[in-house]
């Protein structure tokens, strides 16, 4: 006889869009292992509930009126302790799922939680019935251990020189996490991108007039041109533009004989890599404050190595967001790598256009699935070892 496998628990789903609430059903089909089956209100063992959704306050509240012996767990970006209640972190993976439901199936009521604490509130401030919260700060990310220094950390000064250090800042604490980002609008970063974009929409050659160095940006060629060596652009790359520094930037077409600069043709730049060192040097190991370093970011198209300057573990990184989106700080803990290595990825790729910022919930609500092994890729790494002698 065909032996008949473990129940499903039935699970009802809130605060989620359509695409949310399909994709969460998918996750607990397939990845889970069907541990769990999406039913009606009415039906349901579990209340899953998003709390990063407008109004899960009043949803929560609800829940607890309506099924008061009903377990209930929540979904959040933000680390939750909320009495009576059971928190998955988002991205959701299907260990955390699979242990919540597995505990909270057996059972048909919590016990009293020790305390109630959460990041941020269920709903909107104007909101009413909410749960007595108060804020909390999650445990700093451990320092990444790196077994193997990278030839990029060997140099003398290395990219420690220009990337600084993010050692004493508790990630975690939100008014700590801002020093560890910087205003693009205040570094030449900033000009030389919308000097690009005015180049590329007039279809004209166009200097960028500066108090520094003048700068001539070719659209057709995509290249631009500058008197000056990394060193010094990395230098002025750095340093925060005053209000004397911004009035004394102007943008006009090029005038310049171009007999002087073939004179010169060292000088020339590919745009796109002149754009991600100037990036980078800007950066300096700090993360564009339009960029939440707690949600998901994702790669575009992947980066062309071959002309670009690279960062420590870059193509590590691109690897793992081309397996699907992973918040900044995520990227952290899974390489083991330092924080000022993947905010100044995210910086270059950002000012590149090669990287984007979730706004679907659908796209933050599970954790992606690692790769699957390449078996054939595999055995080229093996065939490769054997020719190095490793």
């Given at each position: 006889?065909?032996?008949?496998?473990?129940?499903?628990?039935?699970?009802?789903?809130?605060?989620?869009?359509?695409?949310?609430?399909?994709?969460?059903?998918?996750?607990?089909?397939?990845?889970?292992?069907?541990?769990?089956?999406?039913?009606?209100?009415?039906?349901?063992?579990?209340?899953?509930?998003?709390?990063?959704?407008?109004?899960?306050?009043?949803?929560?509240?609800?829940?607890?009126?309506?099924?008061?012996?009903?377990?209930?767990?929540?979904?959040?970006?933000?680390?939750?302790?909320?009495?009576?209640?059971?928190?998955?972190?988002?991205?959701?993976?299907?260990?955390?799922?699979?242990?919540?439901?597995?505990?909270?199936?057996?059972?048909?009521?919590?016990?009293?939680?020790?305390?109630?604490?959460?990041?941020?509130?269920?709903?909107?401030?104007?909101?009413?019935?909410?749960?007595?919260?108060?804020?909390?700060?999650?445990?700093?990310?451990?320092?990444?251990?790196?077994?193997?220094?990278?030839?990029?950390?060997?140099?003398?000064?290395?990219?420690?020189?220009?990337?600084?250090?993010?050692?004493?800042?508790?990630?975690?604490?939100?008014?700590?996490?801002?020093?560890?980002?910087?205003?693009?609008?205040?570094?030449?970063?900033?000009?030389?991108?919308?000097?690009?974009?005015?180049?590329?929409?007039?279809?004209?050659?166009?200097?960028?007039?500066?108090?520094?160095?003048?700068?001539?940006?070719?659209?057709?060629?995509?290249?631009?041109?500058?008197?000056?060596?990394?060193?010094?652009?990395?230098?002025?790359a750095g340093m925060e533009q005053n209000k004397l520094f911004a009035g004394n930037i102007s943008l006009?077409?090029?005038?310049?004989?171009?007999?002087?600069?073939?004179?010169?043709?060292?000088?020339?730049?590919?745009?796109?890599?002149?754009?991600?060192?100037?990036?980078?040097?800007?950066?300096?190991?700090?993360?564009?404050?339009?960029?939440?370093?707690?949600?998901?970011?994702?790669?575009?198209?992947?980066?062309?190595?071959?002309?670009?300057?690279?960062?420590?573990?870059?193509?590590?990184?691109?690897?793992?967001?081309?397996?699907?989106?992973?918040?900044?700080?995520?990227?952290?803990?899974?390489?083991?790598?330092?924080?000022?290595?993947?905010?100044?990825?995210?910086?270059?790729c950002h000012s590149l256009g090669l990287l984007g910022q979730c706004q679907r919930q659908a796209d933050?609500?599970?954790?992606?699935?690692?790769?699957?092994?390449?078996?054939?890729?595999?055995?080229?790494?093996?065939?490769?070892?054997?020719?190095?002698?490793d």
């Amino acid at each position: 006889m065909k032996k008949s496998g473990p129940v499903a628990i039935k699970v009802a789903l809130y605060g989620m869009d359509t695409r949310s609430y399909k994709t969460l059903e998918l996750f607990l089909k397939g990845p889970c292992r069907a541990i769990a089956e999406v039913v009606s209100d009415t039906d349901a063992e579990i209340d899953i509930i998003d709390a990063d959704f407008a109004t899960a306050g009043d949803i929560l509240e609800n829940c607890r009126q309506q099924h008061p012996e009903r377990p209930i767990v929540l979904l959040s970006l933000q680390t939750l302790r909320i009495a009576n209640t059971h928190f998955v972190q988002k991205p959701v993976t299907v260990e955390q799922l699979t242990a919540v439901l597995t505990q909270t199936g057996t059972k048909k009521q919590l016990p009293e939680a020790r305390a109630e604490v959460i990041d941020k509130p269920l709903t909107e401030p104007n909101q009413s019935a909410q749960p007595s919260v108060q804020s909390v700060n999650t445990a700093p990310l451990p320092k990444p251990v790196d077994k193997k220094r990278s030839a990029f950390e060997a140099n003398e000064g290395g990219y420690t020189t220009f990337l600084g250090h993010l050692s004493d800042i508790d990630f975690s604490d939100p008014s700590q996490l801002l020093n560890a980002s910087f205003e693009p609008k205040n570094y030449l970063l900033s000009y030389v991108l919308s000097a690009y974009k005015v180049a590329g929409h007039q279809g004209t050659a166009q200097q960028l007039n500066s108090m520094w160095k003048p700068l001539l940006i070719f659209p057709q060629i995509r290249k631009i041109w500058l008197d000056a060596d990394d060193k010094q652009l990395r230098v002025f790359a750095g340093m925060e533009q005053n209000k004397l520094f911004a009035g004394n930037i102007s943008l006009s077409p090029v005038s310049t004989d171009m007999s002087q600069l073939e004179r010169a043709a060292d000088k020339f730049q590919e745009m796109e890599a002149f754009i991600w060192k100037l990036s980078i040097w800007t950066s300096k190991g700090r993360f564009p404050v339009h960029i939440d370093p707690n949600a998901p970011v994702f790669l575009k198209h992947w980066p062309n190595f071959t002309r670009l300057m690279l960062i420590p573990d870059a193509l590590r990184m691109a690897a793992l967001l081309a397996n699907g989106p992973r918040t900044p700080l995520d990227m952290v803990k899974l390489l083991h790598i330092r924080p000022q290595y993947v905010f100044a990825f995210v910086s270059a790729c950002h000012s590149l256009g090669l990287l984007g910022q979730c706004q679907r919930q659908a796209d933050i609500i599970v954790q992606p699935e690692p790769p699957k092994p390449n078996k054939k890729q595999n055995l080229f790494s093996k065939i490769l070892h054997k020719l190095r002698g490793d």
